[in-house]
């Protein structure tokens, strides 16, 4: 006997029954006569004989192997009578990929040569096994629904990276992805194809025909009269683009649908199949049949009830047969088509699993019975079949299928013994496991029986005037609200039925966190914790190797799924300990994230790399947190940094230059649709085995206080007594309470790692859906009322009308019931709480580590990402289907974030440029709109005067563009005809026109926003200016400094967009530039609204002439400002030339939005200010030598009175360029100056106020221009400064007495302290005036 797992188990080929002939006629189990009743009941012949128990012969155990190899060979086939199918075929059993010599381009091959994944261009790879004759047929399972050519060629055909299968004379091929047929030329054919379907490519040598199925539905003959006779003979073959996976099934499985009368060209495993149907037929009566010793006679009973009770004669009977039927179940086939359709069978009758115990007993059977070997091999093998099934079952109203395999699933994990095993070496290491929790999207709504789902559809079709959705139309029809309320009941209905799945699956994973069965060794949650930690490594570790990574579309479901199930074991365990905190109140101390106990493989930090912060900020780890950094561990880190850049310098090389040598570590997502590994990475140049940069298995070298995360047992991560185990080294700023199980706090951690790393780029990818029912619900409106319009006699219009209207409707029709799954799966509230809950966790988070002080600097930058994310994606992909304010403490929680973005976007323990502009574009979208503004508003004073002074901090040497856009937008609505929501020229486009200059979802809304200026931070920034003189002084400066450098530029790409414009092709625009272009112009306009913002705030930093800097920043400010205007201004000018052309990617770029940003300015210094300071304005911009007053006139459609005298008599000097030349004057009523830009057009934009104050201003510049020419003396050169030849010499340097004007010095020395002249330093500057 021998002992497995504490259970007695039966020797496998010794087992005999003791019969000493000593002994009594009776086995000791129970007598020989009820045993021979029982043993033909078990075991009944197929032969005709006696059925009478008398006439039976006595049947005993020591007879019953060789009775039971009698009975498995009645019925067998003679070898030599076999029919010999394999007739028409050539080439090795089993057949697969071949590896060796039938494949073109680079390509990934699983470890059974069945799995392939295209790592090139347009890879290929055909079968070690062709056909000649007969009617033949294989399935291919799609794992990515993209470019694919897949058939059947010849031996003769010759691939290469442009030409694949059915690109050659003698291949045939379908392509799913494009919807056609290939064969040298190329026409429609056949549906299209997704992931998660099984294509069949059956062959017809006898007619000479090709057709494909999909998913079991025939596509139609795709291929006839092909080439056939001796010498012709065809491989599977496949062509695939990069990153594109398949999986194929020559017959090594059952074929999923398999074809009347084509085979498959493997062989099934015949024998084996007859011998193992009938092994499970003996196994079905021995639960079936029970014994009644007393009575003396066998019962019928319900096998479902059947337990394992250690009866001997039962177990006996079961260990004879279990050594033939053990070694069968390590046969795929066999799992798949016997053993897996058995255990489907005892759940056929509905209810709970835990209503159907049989499965369980029968896995404590499997264990008791088989060998390790065997059993291991068996629910291996078990698993992957499910897996499988899975994933390629179609999708139908009900999700039967899926739910009839997780419910298997569930019932197999279930069982401990069997659940670690799983655990341990199936479910992450060989299995796409995480498959189990994905829910795809049907990508035909029809065979998904969505339309008897979702019988009535609906789309919105009440728009504002910018194209919005309105969300409560007013004048909905009582029709259109029927539709409506008839579409949302069939949400309800498929809702509910998804709801089912997804039960399922969160009960899996409950399972398998489960932290209590510990009877069979280590419990369930620490090992899947270890093994979650591991697949999160190969994700984040694999970024450059995308065909390395979980998909995307998993990652999304496998997150909410492990969002529910470890929040209900977090509040199952809080109820249990009062004093520990709820799920609602999570967050992840941040002793995890510098103790070593959790590893963040190569994560950025927020203070930069891991080793770096060991160096600096070991003194604080040992004050704070009393975790001490042996000296050496910080060397071996340093060298441990050097040579990842080394690897990381090779890594750059080309992937497969080379052969590499050395085992592959095994990145569970570098597969085929179910299995977790491909060893084979073939390639034309070399064919090789590949391996990573770092091995994956082998731990980190230096981690303070880190095991390998294979190496860690519950107690390492839980603690005990004396031991905190992940929570070690708490600083004093933490509160000293029970949070929850530290494993839990882990898993959380990595849900957020999980999000970070591809869960909320694919959220943004499924809003297209959204939009495009969006777009055709316009396109269809559009078209109905050109329909109404349409006169009658123009019948041909009225057809194409209705055609499209029909097409559209059709359309509509399919995405919104696409829609209606995807927002069931994705975009519930549901999943829209989850998302919440993980945007609360990462605050919390992030605020108690905060508290550390220097100690924040560990923190790992995806917790900013993901706070500032998970909102965004609340905001823009959740809304408006489920309403944000309905979100538990919302108000509360956007102010948190506030707090967040307003300390930590100029926080100087932040390194990463990244993450700066991160946060400095997620605060620049939050103040755009009322609800996050007024949250803003809501922090403490403190924090809001510090968020001001560092958004006014110099631009120099930080993202300025940025800081600008937040300060713009606290302004916008309060500056001069600045309360528009799209700019006026853009109202007459459609709306996604005006979306095109915007590239990120996000910042594009946040674009279309109505304003929402804040008078409180508006006031902050006022107090600040006016009391920070220095400051202010700095601040102007760079703006200024950056305004004359993005108006340059923009002035520069015009030119050579209006030369490239001019050439005759009109084609070497590119769009780069247009977009640097736009920029460049939005820049200027931005800067100059926060000039304007300045100078209505706080006046009296260009016009109190007392502060320092005051008269030159005026100067300087009346220099741009005659720059912008005679540039945009000036007749038949660049500006108006590149303007009219309308170039795509130039719609922002018009007269509108610069000249009322300068007119807001000039009308702040030059109207609403006191005597003084308009006065000085005035002089100062008329000083100025590029001044023209018919540039002002400009503004309200004014011609030129002449082009003589502007400027204190000087004449017009014009800025440098194709603009130079003064315009001529315009005779009244032309057509030009109808075309002329005026504000008075703009009367929804431009107040009557604001139009009164321009004419104010106008004939103010027009009387102080004619007094400075009548008053002004001629200047004569030698009193002219030396240096911009426009203003007299006021100031004289000391010591070296070189002269110049005050505005000049006083530039320079912002910048410089030698003398322009001499280079001496110059210490003092005094003024100078001319000696009578």
Request: proline residues 6%; hydrophobic residues 40%; charged residues 25%.
């Amino acid at each position: 006997m021998s002992t497995k797992g504490g259970v007695t188990a039966l020797p496998r080929r010794n087992y005999r029954l003791a019969s000493d002939m000593d002994k009594p006629r009776s086995t000791g189990i129970v007598n020989e006569k009820l045993l021979s009743d029982y043993l033909h009941h078990v075991f009944p012949s197929t032969k005709p004989g006696p059925t009478v128990a008398s006439l039976r012969k006595p049947l005993g155990f020591q007879d019953l192997s060789s009775h039971l190899e009698k009975l498995l060979s009645e019925g067998e086939t003679p070898e030599e009578l076999r029919d010999p199918s394999a007739e028409g075929r050539l080439g090795p059993q089993p057949v697969v990929l071949d590896h060796t010599s039938g494949f073109e381009g680079l390509l990934f091959v699983d470890d059974d040569l069945l799995g392939v994944i295209g790592h090139s261009n347009f890879s290929s790879i055909r079968a070690t096994t062709c056909v000649f004759k007969g009617k033949w047929a294989y399935e291919v399972l799609i794992s990515s629904q993209g470019l694919m050519q897949i058939g059947w060629c010849t031996l003769s055909c010759r691939f290469n990276q442009e030409e694949g299968v059915g690109d050659t004379p003698d291949s045939y091929a379908y392509d799913g992805n494009r919807v056609r047929k290939w064969n040298v030329t190329t026409t429609n054919y056949g549906k299209s194809w997704a992931a998660g379907d099984i294509v069949s490519c059956l062959i017809d040598l006898d007619e000479g025909t090709i057709t494909f199925c999909l998913n079991g539905q025939s596509l139609g003959t795709a291929f006839s009269s092909i080439k056939t006779g001796p010498g012709v003979a065809y491989f599977p073959a496949i062509s695939l683009s990069f990153k594109e996976s398949v999986a194929f099934n020559f017959g090594s499985r059952p074929l999923r649908y398999p074809a009347e009368g084509y085979l498959p060209l493997q062989d099934p495993p015949t024998a084996d199949l007859l011998k193992a149907h009938r092994l499970l037929g003996y196994i079905k009566n021995v639960l079936s049949t029970s014994i009644d010793t007393q009575e003396e006679k066998l019962l019928e009973k319900d096998s479902a009830v059947w337990r394992l009770q250690g009866e001997p004669t039962v177990l006996i009977t079961l260990a004879h047969i279990f050594n033939l039927f053990a070694p069968l179940m390590c046969k795929v086939y066999l799992v798949e088509d016997v053993l897996m359709n058995f255990l489907l069978g005892i759940l056929e009758g509905g209810g709970s699993v835990d209503e159907h115990p049989l499965i369980q007993q029968l896995l404590d059977l499997f264990w008791l019975l088989m060998e390790d070997h065997e059993v291991n091999e068996c629910l291996k093998q078990l698993m992957m079949s499910l897996l499988r099934a899975y994933r390629f079952s179609p999708i139908i109203p009900d999700l039967g299928f899926q739910i009839h395999y997780l419910r298997l699933t569930t019932a197999i994990l279930r069982h401990e013994k069997s659940r670690k095993y799983l655990l341990n070496n199936v479910l992450f290491d060989v299995l796409r496991s995480v498959v189990f929790f994905y829910i795809k999207t049907p990508l035909r709504v029809k065979e998904a029986g969505l339309e008897e789902l979702i019988p009535t559809t609906w789309w919105p079709t009440h728009f504002d005037k910018e194209g919005k959705d309105e969300r409560e139309p007013k004048d909905e029809s009582s029709d259109e609200r029927l539709r409506r309320r008839a579409y949302e009941r069939g949400c309800q209905r498929l809702k509910k039925r998804i709801e089912v799945v997804e039960d399922l699956q969160v009960q899996i994973l409950r399972l398998l966190l489960n932290n209590k069965d510990k009877n069979t060794g280590e419990a369930s949650r620490y090992i899947f914790l270890n093994k979650f930690r591991k697949f999160l490594q190969e994700n984040a570790s694999n970024r450059g190797h995308p065909t390395a990574l979980c998909p995307p579309e998993y990652m999304v479901c496998f997150l909410h799924r492990l969002i529910t199930a470890v929040r209900s074991s977090w509040d199952e365990g809080s109820r249990k300990s009062p004093s520990s905190l709820s799920s609602e109140d999570a967050y992840v101390p941040p002793q995890l994230f510098y103790n070593g106990k959790v590893d963040y493989f190569d994560l950025q930090r927020l203070g930069g790399l891991l080793s770096h912060l060991k160096k600096t900020l070991k003194d604080d780890l040992a004050t704070k947190a009393n975790i001490v950094i042996d000296p050496a561990e910080i060397q071996a880190a340093s060298m441990d940094d050097l040579d990842e850049d080394e690897e990381s310098g090779a890594a750059q090389r080309p992937f497969g230059a080379a052969a590499m040598g050395g085992a592959l570590a095994r990145p569970s997502w570098l597969s085929s649709p179910t299995l977790g590994r491909a060893n084979r990475f073939l390639s034309t140049a070399a064919v090789s085995l590949m391996t990573p940069r770092r091995p994956l298995s082998q731990p980190e070298k230096v981690k303070v206080r880190t095991l390998a995360v294979e190496q860690r047992t519950e107690e390492d991560i839980e603690g005990s007594h004396g031991n905190d185990g992940l929570l070690l080294g708490r600083p004093q700023e933490e509160p000293d309470q029970p949070i929850t199980d530290k494993s839990l706090l882990e898993i959380i951690d990595g849900i957020v790692m999980m999000y970070n790393l591809s869960v909320h780029q694919q959220l943004g990818k499924m809003v297209v859906v959204a939009d495009e029912v969006h777009e055709y619900a316009v396109a269809l409106k559009d078209t109905e009322e050109k329909i109404a319009r349409c006169p009658t006699r123009r019948a041909d219009i009225l057809d194409e009308l209705q055609k499209s209207q029909k097409v559209f409707s059709e359309k509509l029709n399919h995405l919104s019931r696409r829609l209606a799954w995807i927002n069931a799966t994705i975009y519930s509230k549901e999943k829209m709480l989850d998302v919440y809950w993980l945007l609360c966790v990462c605050i919390q988070t992030i605020e108690h580590a905060d508290n550390t002080a220097s100690l924040f600097a560990f923190t790992p930058e995806f917790y900013l990402n993901v706070a500032m994310n998970a909102y965004s994606a609340l905001k823009n992909y959740f809304s408006p289907a489920n309403s944000m304010d309905e979100l538990p403490g919302y108000e509360e929680t956007l102010t948190q974030l506030a707090a967040i973005l307003a300390k930590h976007f100029a926080d100087p323990r932040i390194v990463g440029t990244d993450i700066k502009d991160s946060l400095m574009q997620a605060l620049a979208s939050y103040v755009c709109y009322p609800q996050s503004l007024r949250a803003v508003e809501r922090i403490p004073e403190e924090q809001r005067v510090a968020m001001m002074r560092n958004l006014l901090a110099p631009y120099e040497q930080r993202p300025w563009a940025q800081t600008n856009w937040i300060l713009v937008r606290l302004w916008r609505g309060c500056g001069f005809g600045y309360r528009y929501t799209r700019l006026p020229h853009l109202l007459k486009t459609k709306p996604e026109d005006a979306n095109l200059p915007s590239l990120q979802r996000d910042l594009s809304i946040a674009s279309f926003q109505k304003p929402c200026p804040s008078l409180l931070l508006q006031r902050h920034m006022a107090e600040l200016l006016s009391t920070d003189k220095d400051m202010a002084a700095s601040f102007l400066n760079s703006v200024l400094n950056q305004l004359n450098w993005a108006f340059s530029e923009f002035i520069g790409m015009i030119q050579e967009i209006q030369q490239a414009a001019e050439r005759p092709e009109r084609n070497f625009v590119d769009t780069r530039q247009l977009k640097v272009c736009a920029t460049c112009f939005d820049l200027s306009v931005s800067l100059l609204r926060v000039l304007e913002m300045t100078v209505t705030l706080v006046p009296e930093i260009f016009l109190d002439w007392t502060r320092p800097s005051a008269e030159l920043l005026l100067r300087r400010l009346a220099q741009l400002l005659n720059q912008v205007l005679n540039r945009v201004t000036a007749e038949k000018n660049l500006f108006d030339r590149v303007v009219n052309l309308r170039l795509p990617g130039l719609e922002s770029v018009d007269h509108y939005p610069i000249l009322v940003a300068v007119t807001g300015i000039l009308v702040r210094i030059l109207v609403d200010g006191d005597k003084q300071g308009t006065s000085r304005a005035a002089s100062v911009l008329l000083s100025d030598p590029c001044f023209q007053l018919h540039s002002i006139q400009h503004l309200l459609g004014e011609p030129a009175e002449s082009a003589g005298p502007t400027a204190a008599g000087r004449p017009a000097a014009g800025p440098p360029g194709p603009s130079a030349a003064p315009p001529a004057p315009l005779a009244a009523g032309s057509a030009s100056e109808r075309k002329h830009f005026s504000l008075h057009a703009y009367t929804d934009y431009i107040s009557l106020e604001e139009k009164q104050k321009v004419e104010e201003m106008l004939e103010f510049l027009t009387e102080e221009s004619k007094q400075a020419a009548a008053s002004t003396a001629p200047t004569s050169e030698e009193d002219l400064c030396p240096i911009c030849y426009a203003h007299s010499i006021s100031a004289v340097f000391r010591p070296c007495t070189h002269k110049s004007c005050k505005a000049c010095i006083n530039q320079h020395l912002m910048n410089n302290k030698d003398c322009f002249f001499c280079k001496a330093t110059i210490t003092g500057v005094e003024d100078y005036s001319k000696p009578s």
